[in-house]
Nanobody, 121 residues
């Protein structure tokens, strides 16, 4: 079992930046794809970014060039740096771990509780 806890959410103005962190326990993350997903009220959960431990990363088109996913395997953490935030980025952000990876949330087995990101215009 992998336990994931997100942190770093908060309120930021449009155009600002925010960094999210996800700390894992139970197992090391080196053998998992790590992903970030988000869900706004009334909308479906959507893929944001994912990364394997070797550094390969995949981003949703909506965040490409603005968000960066990184991993620190020594600390067993994964991060999401969000720059140039837009009102459409406002959502609860979840980190997830899975052995298959990809952009489909159904491919991830372990999920954190989420952290709220609010973007004011």
């Amino acid at each position: 079992q992998v336990q994931l806890v997100e942190s770093g959410g908060g309120l930021v103005q449009a155009g600002g930046s925010l960094g999210l962190s996800c700390a894992a326990s139970g197992r090391t993350l080196s053998g998992y794809y790590m992903g970030w997903f988000r869900q706004a009220p009334g909308k479906e959960r959507e893929f944001v970014a994912s990364r394997w431990s070797d550094g390969n990363a995949v981003y949703a088109d909506s965040v490409k060039g603005r968000f960066t996913i990184s991993r620190d395997n020594a600390k067993n953490t994964v991060h999401l740096q969000m720059d140039n935030l837009k009102p459409g980025d406002m959502a609860v952000y979840y980190c997830a771990a899975g052995v298959l990876g990809g952009t489909d949330s159904r491919s991830y087995h372990y999920w954190g509780q989420g952290t709220q990101v609010t973007v004011s215009s």
